[in-house]
Nanobody, 122 residues
Framework: QVQLVESGGGLVQAGDSLRLSCAASGRAFSNYAMGWFRQAPGKEREFVTSISGTGSFKSYADFVKGRFTISRDNANNTVYLRMNSLKPEDTAVYYC???????????????WGQGTQVTVSS
């Protein structure tokens, strides 16, 4: 069992930066690939980025490439999402999730956090 708690969301202006954190409890954090997903009002949840258990592999959605960076600290059971050059269309609830395998597919992720709201004003 893995429990995930996100933090770091908030209200920012276009062009600003934020760093989201996701703290994990439970065993063997490094055995899990971690992903960030987001869901805007009226839209389906979508993949943002993922990182393998060791951090060696990363994948990004095209709409965040060059702006967002995922990283993890296995010693502290935490995964991060650094978001730069934020746009109003980045407004959403951001979720972190854990999967046994490295994946970009929502259905591959077993454990989910409660989400943190990110709002970007124009």
């Amino acid at each position: 069992q893995v429990q995930l708690v996100e933090s770091g969301g908030g209200l920012v202006q276009a062009g600003d930066s934020l760093r989201l954190s996701c703290a994990a409890s439970g065993r063997a954090f490094s055995n899990y690939a971690m992903g960030w997903f987001r869901q805007a009002p009226g839209k389906e949840r979508e993949f943002v980025t993922s990182i393998s258990g060791t951090g060696s592999f990363k994948s990004y959605a095209d709409f965040v490439k060059g702006r967002f960076t995922i990283s993890r600290d296995n010693a502290n059971n935490t995964v991060y999402l650094r978001m730069n050059s934020l746009k109003p269309e980045d407004t959403a609830v951001y979720y972190c999730a854990a999967s046994r395998g490295f994946s970009t597919a929502t259905q591959s992720y077993t454990y989910w956090g409660q989400g943190t709201q990110v709002t970007v004003s124009s």
